[in-house]
Nanobody, 121 residues
Framework: QVQLVESGGGLVQAGDSLRLSCVAS????????LGWFRQAPGKEREFVAR???????GYADSVKGRFTISRDNTESTVYLQMNSMKSEDTAVYYC???????????????WGQGTQVTVSS
């Protein structure tokens, strides 16, 4: 069992940066693939980024070059650094943990409660 708690969301202006954190409790953190997903009002939840235990990463095309995912296994924490933010980045951001290297949200077993990110233009 893994519990995930996100923090770091807020209101920023277009072009600004923001860093989200997600702290995990429970066993086996380093074995999990960790992902960030987001859901905007009226839209489906979508993949943002993921990272393996060994540090291999993957990104959605919409955030590639602007967002960076990282993890600290000693602190059981995953981060999402968001730069050059756009209004279309506005969403609730969720971190998730799973055992498959995939963009498919259905393959992630554990989820945080989400943190709101709002980007004003």
């Amino acid at each position: 069992q893994v519990q995930l708690v996100e923090s770091g969301g807020g209101l920023v202006q277009a072009g600004d940066s923001l860093r989200l954190s997600c702290v995990a409790s429970g066993r086996g953190f380093s074995a999990y693939v960790l992902g960030w997903f987001r859901q905007a009002p009226g839209k489906e939840r979508e993949f943002v980024a993921r990272i393996w235990g060994g540090g291999i990463t993957g990104y959605a095309d919409s955030v590639k070059g602007r967002f960076t995912i990282s993890r600290d296994n000693t602190e059981s924490t995953v981060y999402l650094q968001m730069n050059s933010m756009k209004s279309e980045d506005t969403a609730v951001y969720y971190c998730a943990a799973g055992l498959g290297n995939t963009d498919d949200s259905k393959r992630y077993r554990y989820w945080g409660q989400g943190t709101q990110v709002t980007v004003s233009s």
